[in-house]
């Protein structure tokens, strides 16, 4: 098992920034995706980013390429998603995720990840 801890959620302008965190504890893997998904109110969960430790490949939705960058700190088994100029559509609950994976690229699917952190409610003012 695997736990997943999130935090670094909060309220900003339009603009602004934030640091997203997950930290992670519990089974360790050799090969494993990690990500962020984001919930709006009254829309489906979706994939927002996602880091491979192998390699560090990164993936990235259309919505946030080049405002949002993931990363991670495996000496302290952290997950970081740096979030900047961020807009009022960014606003919702951001959710880590991690799975065991071999292969790439990670998964997009929900179901492709067993393991999730609690949730961090993002909000953007305009």
């Known amino acids: 098992q695997v736990q997943l801890v999130d935090s670094g959620g909060g309220s900003v302008q339009a603009g602004g920034s934030l640091r997203l965190s997950c930290a992670a504890s519990g089974d360790t893997y050799n090969s494993y995706c990690m990500g962020w998904f984001r919930q709006a109110p009254g829309k489906e969960r979706e994939g927002v980013a996602f880091i491979h430790n192998v390699g560090g490949s990164t993936y990235y939705a259309d919505s946030v390429k080049g405002r949002f960058t993931i990363s991670q700190d495996t000496a302290k088994s952290t997950l970081y998603l740096q979030i900047n100029s961020l807009e009022p559509e960014d606003s919702a609950m951001y959710y880590c995720?991690?799975?065991?994976?071999?292969?790439?690229?990670?998964?997009?699917?929900?179901?492709?990840?067993?393991?999730w952190g609690q949730g961090n409610r993002v909000t953007v003012s305009a």
């Open positions: 995720a991690a799975e065991p994976r071999y292969r790439l690229p990670c998964s997009w699917r929900l179901g492709g990840y067993n393991y």
